[in-house]
């Protein structure tokens, strides 16, 4: 028996010893819902190339007439679009990661999970999170790398204002589809609307709800980075159009690669070494393109970091 006396039941802790635990996959807060993967056009390439054929003389052909009056017999007018004649080419760039392994651990211990398959869970989930940031930030094909200079707007006062981002609008006025911008720019976006007394509305696309403005989308994300200088919190706020069809912005990949399980996703094992090690190779090939120079636009010097100062006073 017991030595003490006042326990005449089985103790709580003492039975948790025979009873299974609940378990959970492992949890990542670093998981994003990944909103521009979601709301880019993306069109297949072969050959992980991409090529962008553009006229050389933009606007409006000027040999192009009216029908004359019905007397008139003139003669018609000539003329002819040229092109570029050297395209730029883009190339598919990868995402690449190596998950070692251990065989005797994915052989012990996979009950009630797989180990080699929340492993390659969490990586491709990092993969995915870096194919964001690329497609954002990449030097040579991110979005913000590639704003044409004419396209390039910032704020009036500091914060961004529904004048602001009006005046966004006015960039890619051609059937906008939706604005990309840290959480908190639409944060401070909201302020900005909710002091001048005209709260943006919002409507659910894939099932969330999302903040618009002249009924274009304000999707979030923290790809865009946040800067301090000069004891100021800066970001930006992107407009885009998205389709081939309306010349818009469109994101790259290449289905059917070699051990793929998802589109351009490829997963396979690269062997077992002499330790028991093995070796998994993680490859995301993906790049995006601006078919025309207004399908982007951006808005420099967002402050996000400044705050309304209301007056609670009651008459």
């Excluded at 072969?46 to 606007?59: K, M, S, T």
Aim: charged share 25%.
């Amino acid at each position: 028996m017991p030595d003490d006396v006042e326990h005449l039941t089985l103790s709580e802790s003492a039975a948790r010893q025979l009873a299974n635990a609940t378990k959970t996959r492992a949890q990542w807060r670093g998981i994003t819902p990944r909103w521009l993967i979601n709301f880019l056009s993306w069109t297949p390439v072969e050959a992980g190339i991409f090529r962008l054929n553009q006229v050389r003389q933009e606007g409006e052909p000027t040999d192009v007439e009216a029908s004359a009056p019905r007397d008139a017999s003139p003669d018609l007018p000539e003329t002819y679009v040229d092109y570029v004649a050297n395209p730029r080419e883009l190339f598919l760039k990868a995402v690449t990661t190596v998950l070692d392994v251990q065989t005797r651990v994915s052989d012990l211990y996979s009950q009630p999970f797989d180990q080699v398959q929340e492993q390659l869970r969490l990586l491709i989930e990092g993969v995915k999170e870096k194919q964001e940031n690329e497609l954002v930030n990449n030097s040579d094909y991110g979005l913000l790398s590639n704003v044409a200079p004419t396209q390039r707007i910032s704020t009036r006062k500091g914060p961004p204002t529904p004048d602001d981002i009006d005046e966004l609008l006015t960039k890619v006025w051609k059937e906008p589809s939706f604005f990309l911008a840290h959480p908190r720019s639409i944060a401070a976006f909201g302020r900005e609307c909710t002091r001048r007394g005209v709260p943006p509305p919002t409507i659910t696309l894939f099932g969330t709800p999302f903040v618009t403005w002249r009924g274009v989308p304000l999707v979030p994300s923290d790809k865009i980075k946040i800067e301090s200088a000069k004891g100021a919190q800066t970001s930006k706020i992107l407009l885009i159009r998205t389709g081939e069809r309306k010349q818009g912005v469109v994101g790259l990949f290449q289905p059917g690669v070699p051990g793929e399980i998802a589109p351009s996703l490829s997963v396979r094992l690269m062997g077992i070494n002499r330790k028991a090690i093995a070796s998994y190779l993680i490859s995301l090939y993906c790049s995006l393109a601006v078919l025309t120079e207004d399908a982007l636009a951006v808005l420099d010097d967002v402050e996000v970091g400044r705050y309304p100062d209301y007056s609670h006073a009651y008459a």
